[in-house]
């Protein structure tokens, strides 16, 4: 390989940044004379937006910095290429830029609608007898790629909501008033529960944990909702719910949409799901009468890189490099997989490989009805010996002037 550049795409994760590093490390290994960075994904990318990243790695520092860096170093979007047919100029400006830089592979970090854009590109390459490679490289916290065991991002958000989640409940836990305020936390994962199901992962021999999880995948029923907030305020001193932003009715409306009926449409057509938890909360209020508190974790749960997992950065790092290795392979039209290696009750292996993006792109894996309890307010074991090793380890930040030191690309700002 010569050149080859590398983008970002979709909502940040705390470890996107450190497949970028996984990129970039592992074609320079393999010779690669430019690793450039499209600034702003794709959409940049078409713009010929481009940074050379020797100006910010090209020493050790700078890939440690970077790791401990959360959101999209490069910059994101939310780029929907369009079909190539009667758009066939917008596929070939991908080509032009390529071709100008001398750029044969192009790594695309992101998720379900980013791998997409990897299909359309390495699709229309090979239509066109195209030489240049499409590789994706997995990215969400959302967790719901499928073919992949799991993927990167998914293991930091998920320790920051059970790290955020146990302070909660300890804040709750400590007025042991007679009525007890009701706080509902909501976590993102549009389609899936995952991120939420991590909310599991609060409870341990020092914390009670949280009291229900409601997640997407079983139709939210409001009347057993509130029945259980009734049995929960009458039996307790603390009540704290996590509850997904993407929980819909049986009859198909998102919760939220109970509170507010127009919700913002992306360029995917996703509905930009918000307001789950205040909805909530204000039933719970007009009918009880107790004291509530919406928690939004909002942006905070993708971007907590100060109690990012270890696991996640070094399998984000990992997944990068393998990318690159397989490009230099000749792989196209791919995106790198994680397979999980150990037995049930053996510790944890993670291995890698790569799959046909066909079988990826805009798919959603959700979390398995039978890791769901009876109820539809809690997970099972087996979801916490799927999700646990997924959250060992720190790296410790940077602290300078304390706060945590970050990677900052100025030509971001000039974009
Ligand atoms: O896809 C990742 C994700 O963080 C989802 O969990 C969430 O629903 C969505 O992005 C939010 O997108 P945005 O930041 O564009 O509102």
Same mark, same amino acid.
């Given at each position: 390989?010569?050149?080859?550049?590398?983008?970002?795409?979709?909502?940040?994760?705390?470890?996107?940044?450190?497949? *970028?590093?996984?990129?970039?490390?592992?074609?320079?290994?393999?010779?690669?004379?430019?690793?450039?960075?499209?600034?702003?994904?794709?959409?940049?990318?078409?713009?010929?937006?481009? @940074?050379?990243?020797?100006?910010?790695?090209?020493?050790?520092?700078?890939?440690?910095?970077?790791?401990?860096?959360?959101?999209?170093?490069?910059?994101?979007?939310?780029?929907?290429?369009?079909?190539?047919?009667? %758009?066939?100029?917008?596929?070939?400006?991908?080509?032009?830029?390529?071709?100008? %830089?001398?750029?044969? @592979?192009?790594?695309?970090?992101?998720? +379900?609608?980013?791998?997409?854009?990897?299909?359309?590109? &390495?699709?229309?390459?090979?239509?066109?007898?195209?030489?240049?490679?499409?590789?994706?490289?997995?990215?969400?916290?959302?967790?719901?790629?499928?073919?992949?065991?799991?993927?990167?991002?998914?293991?930091?958000?998920?320790?920051?909501?059970?790290?955020?989640?146990?302070?909660?409940?300890?804040?709750?836990? &400590?007025?042991? =008033?007679?009525?007890?305020?009701?706080? $509902?936390?909501?976590?993102?994962?549009?389609?899936?529960?995952?991120?939420?199901?991590?909310?599991?992962?609060?409870?341990?021999?020092?914390?009670?944990?949280?009291? =229900?999880?409601?997640?997407?995948?079983?139709?939210?029923?409001?009347?057993?909702?509130?029945?259980?907030?009734?049995?929960?305020?009458?039996?307790? !001193?603390?009540? *704290?719910?996590? @509850?997904?932003?993407?929980?819909?009715?049986?009859?198909?409306?998102?919760?939220?949409?109970?509170?507010?009926?127009?919700?913002?449409?992306?360029?995917?057509?996703?509905?930009?799901?918000?307001?789950?938890?205040?909805?909530?909360?204000?039933?719970?209020?007009?009918?009880?009468?107790?004291?509530?508190?919406?928690?939004?974790?909002?942006?905070?749960?993708?971007?907590?890189? !100060?109690?990012?997992?270890?696991?996640?950065?070094?399998?984000?790092?990992?997944?990068?490099?393998?990318?690159?290795?397989?490009?230099?392979?000749?792989?196209?039209?791919?995106?790198?997989?994680?397979?999980?290696? +150990?037995?049930?009750?053996?510790?944890?292996?993670?291995?890698?490989?790569?799959?046909? *993006?066909?079988?990826?792109?805009?798919? $959603?894996? +959700?979390?398995?009805?039978?890791?769901? +309890?009876?109820?539809?307010?809690?997970?099972?074991?087996?979801?916490?010996?799927?999700?646990?090793?997924?959250?060992?380890?720190?790296?410790?930040?940077?602290?300078?002037?304390?706060?945590?030191?970050?990677? *900052?690309?100025?030509?971001?700002?000039?974009?």
């Amino acid at each position: 390989m010569k050149n080859v550049v590398v983008g970002q795409s979709g909502g940040p994760t705390a470890v996107i940044n450190s497949s *970028v590093a996984g990129v970039y490390s592992g074609a320079k290994e393999l010779g690669a004379e430019h690793v450039y960075g499209m600034i702003h994904g794709i959409e940049g990318f078409l713009q010929d937006k481009l @940074v050379d990243l020797d100006e910010y790695l090209d020493n050790p520092m700078g890939i440690e910095l970077l790791k401990r860096t959360p959101s999209a170093f490069l910059g994101s979007c939310r780029y929907k290429m369009p079909k190539p047919e009667g %758009h066939e100029d917008v596929y070939e400006k991908v080509f032009e830029v390529m071709e100008k %830089h001398d750029i044969d @592979v192009l790594f695309y970090a992101g998720g +379900n609608d980013s791998m997409d854009t990897v299909k359309m590109l &390495s699709d229309y390459a090979k239509a066109h007898g195209k030489k240049q490679q499409f590789m994706g490289v997995p990215k969400t916290i959302d967790n719901d790629l499928p073919v992949t065991d799991h993927c990167p991002g998914y293991g930091s958000a998920a320790k920051y909501i059970a790290t955020t989640l146990k302070e909660v409940i300890r804040d709750n836990e &400590s007025f042991g =008033a007679a009525k007890p305020t009701v706080e $509902v936390c909501e976590i993102m994962g549009r389609d899936a529960g995952w991120l939420t199901a991590a909310a599991a992962l609060a409870k341990g021999d020092d914390c009670t944990g949280v009291d =229900a999880i409601y997640l997407p995948e079983t139709a939210f029923d409001v009347d057993a909702f509130m029945a259980k907030v009734d049995y929960l305020s009458t039996h307790k !001193h603390s009540v *704290v719910i996590a @509850v997904s932003e993407g929980v819909k009715l049986a009859d198909g409306r998102y919760v939220m949409e109970l509170g507010s009926e127009n919700a913002m449409v992306d360029a995917f057509g996703h509905k930009q799901l918000s307001g789950t938890a205040s909805t909530l909360c204000k039933m719970i209020a007009q009918k009880t009468g107790l004291k509530t508190r919406a928690i939004e974790f909002s942006t905070m749960q993708r971007a907590g890189s !100060h109690v990012a997992s270890l696991t996640d950065i070094n399998e984000a790092f990992a997944a990068g490099k393998l990318a690159a290795e397989a490009a230099s392979e000749g792989a196209t039209g791919e995106m790198v997989i994680f397979k999980r290696l +150990n037995k049930p009750g053996e510790p944890y292996q993670c291995g890698f490989s790569r799959y046909d *993006v066909h079988e990826i792109a805009n798919g $959603v894996k +959700n979390v398995p009805l039978e890791w769901i +309890n009876e109820t539809h307010d809690g997970l099972t074991q087996d979801y916490i010996n799927y999700a646990k090793p997924l959250i060992q380890g720190e790296l410790i930040p940077f602290w300078c002037d304390g706060t945590p030191r970050h990677l *900052v690309m100025k030509e971001l700002a000039d974009f």
